[in-house]
């Protein structure tokens, strides 16, 4: 049974600096691609950062620049540090994990197999 725990969100100022975790058990991390998926309130789930288990490293458009994905397969964890943030940065931030050795088409939800239950951040004006 793979789990994710997502943990780190929170409030912050716009300008601020924030980074989110994701503790990652049932499978062999360091060959699994993650992703970070992010929701605001009315609106769909959406892509914001991938890190392939070779990692290759993708980016939302409306992110790059501003927030780094790393992992550290020792510590089977995934990071989203988040800089710069700004008002429309604020939603519930999904981890999520692709079937081993598998990497998925880029921002396609669908082809990740495992979810975090999320985590807050929201960032004031």
């Known amino acids: 049974q793979v789990q994710l725990v997502e943990s780190g969100g929170g409030l912050v100022q716009a300008g601020g600096s924030l980074r989110v975790s994701c503790a990652a058990s049932?499978?062999?991390?360091?060959?699994?691609?993650m992703g970070w998926f992010r929701q605001a309130p009315g609106k769909e789930r959406e892509f914001v950062a991938a890190?392939?288990?070779?990692?290759?490293?993708y980016y939302a458009d409306s992110v790059k620049g501003r927030f780094t994905i790393s992992r550290d397969n020792a510590k089977n964890t995934l990071y989203l540090q988040m800089n710069s943030l700004k008002p429309e940065d604020t939603a519930v931030y999904y981890c999520?994990?692709?079937?081993?050795?598998?990497?998925?088409?880029?921002?396609?939800?669908?082809?990740?197999?495992?979810w975090g239950q999320g985590t807050q951040v929201t960032v004031s004006s």
């Open positions: 999520a994990a692709a079937r081993t050795n598998t990497i998925p088409t880029l921002g396609r939800e669908g082809e990740y197999t495992y």
């Open positions: 049932g499978q062999p991390f360091s060959s699994t691609s």
């Open positions: 890190i392939t288990w070779i990692g290759v490293t």
